[in-house]
């Protein structure tokens, strides 16, 4: 065969590979708890799909499709004189202008699930990332940056609708400066089992054991960022009220915790709060109570929790030396409507020798009626 004969050969079997590349990178991701697959970006795109650091083919990050300008950075690698920082492994991506990358993945339709993914600022303006799924979308706000690495991981949740959904995160804004936009990096997912209501505990998921994933090799809890009241919770159903600020997701294997395996840290003084709603009957009394402590992150000082609910408030001092330890704390109010917010707040700001913002975990959180409990012991 001559030299022209085999290159017409080759040109067809170069655009039926590009082609199953393609049908392999629609395929529906299966939603087993973890990292979604390549959700590190581990597998590289093909240098042949690249110019430069920018990815040019739609589907050459395998299992995503990216649109816009979307680069593909190593770890170690400048903007200038500043370091990138890449999140897990040696990858990550960075969404430039309007850009997106978007994975399908397979789901069971009336379930909810939470999205966990890292993210970190390149840029001094006020970064934001839109995550979407069908018709659900939420805004998260990531220019507070919560850790000394320069990067932390956010949750965010949404109900099924269909049995194969895309998951889309957008960078919606625009910057003259080419270079900036978000890193993006560690995508993984987890079933949210429905919150329960024991007899003896009125709040739902009051030992916040149910939540987002959080990786086991991520030392940094996962940032829950604020919702609107009718968007789905990834701590259902404690909603977090605030205008940019989280809270944080910290586990027993990078924390102390008081109880169980999870629990909440608050980490910005009065400026997000953990709220939920809760049925109550006018005029009876309830008692509340909870842990107050701190995560043994070297967050030291005066710590204070304040919950409140109707009437009732309650401030829960405790002193950290920043090696764990908790106290418990109480709260009893009478109820003025058939349906009560319980609200936690952080009684005060707290930071790091590095820098960085803290504050105290609360956790193991119950609620009865006290006029039941009450006849309970009596009887």
């Not at 839109?130 to 949740?157: C, F, H, K, R």
């Not at 957008?170 to 990096?185: F, I, K, Q, R, S």
Request: hydrophobic share 35%; aromatic share 8%.
């Amino acid at each position: 065969m001559t030299r022209r004969g085999r290159e017409m050969v080759q040109v067809p079997r170069r655009v039926a590979l590009l082609l199953l590349f393609c049908m392999a990178a629609l395929v529906a991701s299966d939603t087993t708890d973890g990292l979604l697959p390549n959700g590190n970006f581990e597998e590289a795109p093909d240098r042949s799909q690249m110019d430069g650091t920018r990815v040019t083919g739609r589907y050459a990050i395998p299992r995503w499709e990216s649109c816009g300008c979307v680069e593909y950075i190593c770890s170690g690698q400048k903007q200038g004189d500043m370091v990138l920082p890449v999140p897990e492994g040696a990858h990550a991506v960075r969404l430039g202008n309007e850009a997106s990358v978007q994975q399908q993945l397979s789901v069971t339709p009336g379930t909810h699930y939470a999205i966990t993914f890292s993210a970190a600022r390149t840029c001094a303006q006020a970064e934001k990332l839109n995550v979407t799924v069908g018709a659900q979308s939420g805004e998260l706000p990531i220019q507070t940056v919560y850790t000394s690495s320069g990067w932390d991981s956010y949750s965010w949740a949404f109900e099924a609708k269909d049995s194969v959904v895309s998951l889309t995160v957008h960078n919606p804004g625009y910057d003259e400066d080419a270079a900036c936009g978000p890193l993006v990096d560690s995508f993984a997912i987890k079933t949210l089992l429905p919150p329960q209501q024991s007899n003896y505990n009125m709040l739902k998921n009051g030992d916040f054991e149910e939540g987002p994933y959080i990786c086991p090799s991520t030392s940094c809890g996962v940032m829950v960022p604020p919702m609107d009241e009718d968007r789905y919770s990834p701590l259902s159903p404690w909603m977090i009220m605030s205008s940019t600020k989280s809270v944080r997701y910290v586990d027993a294997a990078h924390y102390a915790v008081p109880q169980g395996a999870r629990a909440v840290q608050l980490v910005f003084g009065a400026e997000s709060a953990l709220v939920q709603e809760v049925c109550t009957v006018p005029g009876l009394p309830y008692k509340m109570e909870f842990s107050v402590g701190d995560a043994a992150d070297g967050c030291t000082g005066s710590l204070a929790v304040e919950a409140y609910a109707a009437g009732g408030r309650v401030t829960v001092p405790y002193e950290s030396q920043g090696t764990g330890g908790f106290t418990r704390g109480a709260l009893e109010f009478t109820a003025t409507e058939d349906r009560t917010r319980v609200v936690f707040v952080s009684a005060s700001y707290n930071m790091k020798s590095d820098g960085t913002v803290c504050g105290p975990v609360v956790d193991d959180a119950s609620l009865v009626c006290a006029q039941s409990h009450a006849r309970r012991l009596l009887l």
